[in-house]
């Protein structure tokens, strides 16, 4: 079994920049400003072939009143109780400081083994603070770089001396660490809300003991916290994170590295839970959490938390539910559940509506019980009709589950509008009992294509390039084609139509003669009108001349 270890000391020595580095991932937010780790953080981590399961600690204060650091010292005492070996960092810049000897005592009053380490001990300037460390009554400190990974040799070797005296030669068998059966996996569940909505308490509750910090103050919760439960012989994940504000008001570098940790511990879940105050349920912030939950295909449960506080919880459920319906209408049917963290009221039919999502969430449907179903939600509601031709589904199959997707082949899918998806998704979510689950539904073009037509259907069932193909003539039976350079006859006893003539109107005509005489000049014709308009006169005979002949 892997060996369980403590990484303890005062704030801001460098402890969650080692426990990611054996991690071997950033896990932990880690930050230049003192006190960023308040939880305890579990994680597996690996050094050389030795197997760890680490413990990430708040940073040690001498406080023994009811604050937030007191709680937090707690924390830490219990870290070091349930572990095997405790890492002491110290700060190899600063030296050893009195809350570093506070912190020795302590731990020399649990009886744990201890190995000592400065960190931050690259470079010249951190020699003289390491050797102060021998002071602390651990013996030769061990020096080393979290930050860099300087020194991670001589810790393995230290490390391994801890194995042999814990667990012998005992070597992990490789076939041991194969990939478990789905029924045994245990089931991530991600609680998620706005600060101070009572996510911590909640999980607290559940696991029957005060495993994380909780308070008054909102806000304490700064990573995503992993804590394994079994229910009902079935192993749990819960991962409590940090309080998502609207972006607008993180203006903190700490808080949008929580921010980034709680949207990615989303990512990871399988079944997400949404804490919400009763007085303020519902909210804008809380819409657009649910809303990234259904756009990262994740199965979601409301939880109302403070429920024992309201007055009147029928005619408050009644006004809840009705909200959650008209704002979200996607998530239409998801279960909510009202409880209270602090008394335990409500809290038993948590876990029952969770289990149930999860498995509509992984539910698998057999195609035939999937056609079945189209034949009949087709006849209740046909496709619309665009452009005068009607939309016509084929067949529809289930391509993966976690979330359900499907794929509908349509002709003419391209022209499917979005409202008849939507009816398509939420009768399925109503006929096969999905409540409030995301589905997926793809409509694809008919596997059968023209063969006239050149290139892909890439999108969305019009072909790339198509083209008008002119029909062939049809010939009756027995009927043999023309040659395609005869000229068609026409057939026997048929009469010609008589050609249109179009009578032209007369002040057109007369318009186009005049046109025509200005293009062509003045006419020589004997009569013709010359150039002003006037015909010639007729040469006539003198009468002067009438008598000399």
């Known amino acids: 079994m892997p ?92 030296g050893v400081t009195p809350l570093d000897r506070i912190f020795a005592q302590i731990l020399r009053m649990k009886d744990k083994p201890v190995l000592l380490i400065a960190n931050k001990a690259e ?50 068998d490789e076939e041991e660490t194969e990939d478990e059966d789905d029924d045994t996996k245990p089931i991530r569940i991600a609680i998620i809300g ?31 916290i992993s804590v394994e439960w079994e229910y009902e012989g079935r192993t749990i994940r819960l991962v409590d994170t940090a309080g998502l504000r609207r972006k607008a008001r993180v ?37 657009q959490i649910a809303d990234l939950v259904e756009r990262e295909g994740r199965a979601l449960v409301y939880a109302v938390s403070k429920w024992d506080l309201v007055e009147n919880p029928q005619s408050r459920l009644t006004e809840i539910l009705e909200v959650s319906e008209r704002m979200l209408p996607q998530l239409r049917g998801t279960p909510l559940v009202t409880l209270s963290g602090a008394t ?25 019980d999937l056609n079945d179903w189209l034949a009949l939600a087709i006849q209740r ?51 096969f009992d999905m409540p409030g689950v995301p589905i997926r539904l793809t409509v694809k073009a008919n596997s059968t294509n023209n063969p006239f037509v050149d290139g892909d259907t890439s999108d969305g069932g019009k072909p790339a390039g198509f083209k008008h193909v002119r029909a062939q003539p049809k010939f009756k039976p027995g009927e043999k084609p023309a040659h395609p350079n005869r000229v068609r006859q026409k057939a026997k006893g048929t009469v010609a139509a008589a050609p249109k003539v179009k009578v032209k109107d007369r002040a057109e005509v007369s318009k186009a003669k005049a046109v025509k005489a200005r293009a062509m000049g003045p006419s020589t014709k004997p009569g013709a009108a010359g150039p002003g308009g006037r015909a010639k006169a007729k040469p006539t005979r003198s009468t002067s001349n009438r008598g000399k002949r």
């Open 344 to 368: 335990g009221k409500g809290l038993e039919r948590l876990m029952p509506a969770v289990l149930k999502t999860y498995r509509n969430w992984s539910a698998k449907i057999k195609t035939r």
């Open 194 to 224: 706005r600060p101070n909505a009572g996510k911590s308490t909640l999980i607290n509750k559940l696991l029957g003991e005060d495993r994380l910090l909780v308070g008054p103050e909102a806000g304490i919760t700064r990573d995503s």
């Open 3 to 94: 060996l369980k270890i403590a990484i303890v000391g005062r704030p801001n020595v460098g402890k969650s920049t080692l426990f990611n580095r054996l991690a071997g991932k950033k896990l932990a937010i880690v930050d230049d400003q003192p006190g960023v780790t308040r939880d305890r953080r579990y994680a597996t981590g690996r050094i050389g072939d030795i197997d760890l399961e680490l413990i990430d600690t708040a940073g040690f204060e001498d406080l023994a009143d009811l604050s937030l650091e007191a709680r937090m010292r707690m924390q830490t005492e219990k870290a070091i109780d349930e572990a095997d070996v405790a890492f002491f960092v110290v700060d190899a810049r600063e």
């Open 381 to 431: 509601h046909p496709p619309p009709a665009v452009s005068g031709k009607r939309i016509k589904p084929k067949y529809m199959a289930q391509t993966k589950g976690r979330p359900p997707t499907f794929v509908l082949f349509a002709a003419r899918s391209y022209a499917m509008p979005e409202h008849y998806t939507r009816y398509l998704i939420n009768s399925l979510r109503e006929s």
């Open 251 to 287: 203006q903190e570098k700490l808080e949008k590295l929580s921010t980034s940790d709680t949207i990615r511990a989303i990512t990871f879940a399988e079944v997400v839970v949404l804490v919400m105050d009763e007085a303020n349920a519902f909210e804008v912030q809380d819409l």
């Open 123 to 172: 470079g010249k300037a951190g020699m003289s603070g390491a050797a102060e460390a021998y002071q602390l009554g651990f013996g030769e400190p061990l020096h080393l770089s979290a930050e860099h990974g300087e020194g991670i040799g001589e810790l393995y070797d230290e490390v391994e001396k801890y194995r042999q005296q814990f667990e012998g030669d005992w070597i992990v």
